[in-house]
């Protein structure tokens, strides 16, 4: 077994901590939200003891990684030159990107912009769409108007939402950190107004914890944003207009191989399945190598099924050999 090591690097002039295990050809591994590059402690292992270096940064905003002032410093251009700035550092002309949430927003960004640099991308979670004719932010205020939707609640002036969170991590933690069948208490905050309140109470805390899910590891996410807050990843959301207006003159074809993992029960794919994500991101991604939809699993696909999320990351790499 492969361990994992610690080292702070720099990269498009941050300073950035990278978690690591295994030599051969690089994977980088970025993490979404709320998380850490604790998100991915099964598949740094895995992949190194499959012949891969694998790295997962402290994406920028998070952990050890520096942390930018501004909102802009957050739009996706910049995320994809953070990661390569990593592959420039470890001397890997072209390597492989993986990535969670936001994590995934961030390598199918960055082979859009830096096709050259890469020679694959896998996303979980979040699929590659091509941009669309109105922004994300504007379909969301039609879609929810008055109600309360998390990313418009991150989007709200004055830092309403980072304010909350740093409040309470371990109840925003433990209330996200479930599977889809974890029982729950009852949310105290049932009105759907914006007006009624924030997001945790929204969310019913969890009678115990998932099976995929100790104390232990709850307490390592928890003294990750004690320490660092929560500003940096809710600093992503606040720039999905500026993204927007950046990508309308990108190629939306993606250039490289690629493939998707997702669990069938995460609610940001909807419930479709195999054969529609398949023929929706076909039209986009030529080269587009697999679609693994892992049954019973919730957002958390790494870390709810590694073993499933494991071999179809490497089948993946095998395919790029």
Known sequence: MNTITFSTVSSNGLKMRVAEAGSGPLVILAHGWPESWYSWRHQLTALADAGYHAIAPDMRGYGDTDAPPDVADYRVDHLAAD?????????????????????????????????????????????????????????????????????????????????????????????????????????????????????????????ELAAWLTAEDVDYYVGEFERAGFRGGVNYYRNFDANWSLMADVDPIQKIPAAFIAGSEDMVINGADQAALQAGMSAVIPDLRGVTVIPDVGHWVQQEAPEATNAAIIEFLRSLD
């Open 83 to 207: 990661l390569v700035g990593l592959a420039d550092h470890f001397g890997a002309a072209r390597p492989t990107l993986v990535g969670h949430d936001w994590g995934a927003n961030a390598v199918w960004h960055a082979a859009l912009l830096h096709p050259q640099r890469f020679n694959g991308v896998v996303g979980l979670s979040v699929p590659y769409w091509p941009r669309g004719e109105t922004s994300l932010t504007t379909l969301f205020k039609a879609m929810h108007g008055d109600n309360f939707f998390y990313i418009l609640y991150h989007n709200e002036p004055g830092g309403v939402a980072e304010a909350e969170y740093d409040s309470r991590p371990r109840d925003l933690i433990e209330r996200m950190y479930t599977s889809p069948d974890t029982p729950r208490d009852e949310p105290l905050i049932t009105d759907p107004l914006r007006s009624a309140g924030g997001f945790v109470d929204r969310i019913g805390a969890p009678k």
